[in-house]
């Protein structure tokens, strides 16, 4: 009895390793194939326009940019910037957005 406990415990460790290792490397190859120009045409361009010429002020910290692409933010008047994160974006996706978005507006 105490050596089916002992493997039965030890096979539920070696399953939640295995999960644990699967579901870190299935983060990083997301982050990995993350398209940032692709994200910003299909989610960003309709509020931002094509060249990041609208609601976008480069000036600012990259840490408080990455962090409005997380977090969003309350404007004035709507439409207001949505949280990415609660949509699954990761902080290296964000920090990628945000460097589209600089790289865009930065090109004549």
Same mark, same amino acid.
């Given at each position: 009895? =105490?050596?089916l406990?002992?493997l039965?415990? &030890?096979?539920?460790?070696?399953?939640?390793?295995?999960?644990?290792?699967?579901?870190?490397a &299935?983060?990083?190859?997301?982050?990995d /194939?993350?398209?940032?120009? $692709?994200?910003?045409k299909?989610?960003?361009?309709?509020?931002?326009? /094509?060249?990041?010429?609208?609601?976008?002020? &480069?000036?600012?910290?990259?840490?408080?940019?990455?962090?409005?692409?997380?977090? $969003?933010?309350?404007?004035?008047?709507? !439409?207001n910037?949505?949280?990415?994160a609660?949509?699954?974006?990761? $902080?290296? /996706?964000? =920090?990628?957005?945000?460097?589209q978005? =600089? /790289?865009?507006? &930065?090109? !004549?």
């Open positions: 009895m =105490k050596t406990k002992i039965t415990m &030890s096979a539920m460790l070696m399953c939640l390793a295995t999960l644990v290792i699967v579901s870190g &299935s983060r990083a190859a997301t982050d /194939q993350f398209d940032a120009a $692709g994200t910003y299909t989610k960003c361009v309709a509020c931002h326009g /094509q060249k990041a010429e609208k609601k976008f002020d &480069s000036t600012l910290p990259d840490a408080e940019l990455i962090d409005i692409v997380m977090k $969003g933010k309350k404007l004035e008047k709507p !439409p910037m949505p949280a990415y609660d949509k699954g974006v990761t $902080g290296e /996706q964000a =920090k990628a957005l945000v460097e978005m =600089k /790289q865009l507006k &930065s090109t !004549p």
